[in-house]
């Protein structure tokens, strides 16, 4: 799905990664220069549409990063949506998934 071709979605859309590139390759954001980088080989497996980042359980220190300010103010409502499937469970039962503005000492996450 071509996201900037859409006629109504990329309305005020900040970003959007489709997660089609190579494992440790990286992520191209659709819609403005928003690319994320590749830290520790994040892998690639099938998504519910097309591909995914597989971060996998071998390596808990891979990410995607990008170092650019979003625009987003910490005093403005924003929403932001992932698709997550956990293949295999901490031992604990316990994952944590976390969102960070770059320069801002908040994180936001799920637990």
Known sequence: MNVSEHATLPTNLVSYYSMEEAAGAQRE????????????????????????????????????SNTGDYGIALDTLFSHAAWINVTTAPATNDANFWFVMSGINDKFGYE
Request: aromatic share 6%.
């Open 29 to 64: 954001d659709q819609l403005n220069a928003y690319d994320l980088t590749d830290a520790n080989t994040v892998g690639q497996g099938a998504g519910k549409q097309g591909n995914a980042a597989d971060f996998g359980a071998s390596n808990p220190n891979k990410r995607l």
